[in-house]
Nanobody, 123 residues
Framework: QVQLVESGGGSVQAGGSLRLSCAASRHTHNVFAMGWFRQIPSKGRERVAVIDTAGTTRYVESVQGRFTLSRNKANNTLDLQMSSLKSEDTAIYYC?????????????????WGQGTQVTVSS
């Protein structure tokens, strides 16, 4: 098992940047694939970016080139650097983890979730 706690959300104007961080309760980098999802009001939860145990990252097309995902092995954290933010990025962002890459990226049904952090981008 692993517990996940997100931090770093907030409000920013369009074009600005925010950095989200997810702290894991245990060693994760060669055990769990991890990633960020987001939920927009009235819509389902969608994947944003995922990193596997080898360090390979994948991004949803809408954030490609604007968001950067990184894993800090020493601190057991997963960071999402978000730049050139748009109003449509406004959502609750969730950190997630699973031993299976497939469940995280393809099925989008990871086993472990954080509690979420709000990101609001104003135009």
């Amino acid at each position: 098992q692993v517990q996940l706690v997100e931090s770093g959300g907030g409000s920013v104007q369009a074009g600005g940047s925010l950095r989200l961080s997810c702290a894991a309760s245990r060693h994760t980098h060669n055990v769990f694939a991890m990633g960020w999802f987001r939920q927009i009001p009235s819509k389902g939860r969608e994947r944003v970016a995922v990193i596997d145990t080898a360090g390979t990252t994948r991004y949803v097309e809408s954030v490609q080139g604007r968001f950067t995902l990184s894993r800090n092995k020493a601190n057991n954290t997963l960071d999402l650097q978000m730049s050139s933010l748009k109003s449509e990025d406004t959502a609750i962002y969730y950190c997630a983890a699973d031993r299976s890459w497939s469940r995280l990226w393809e099925l989008t049904t990871p086993t472990y979730w954080g509690q979420g952090t709000q990101v609001t981008v104003s135009s």
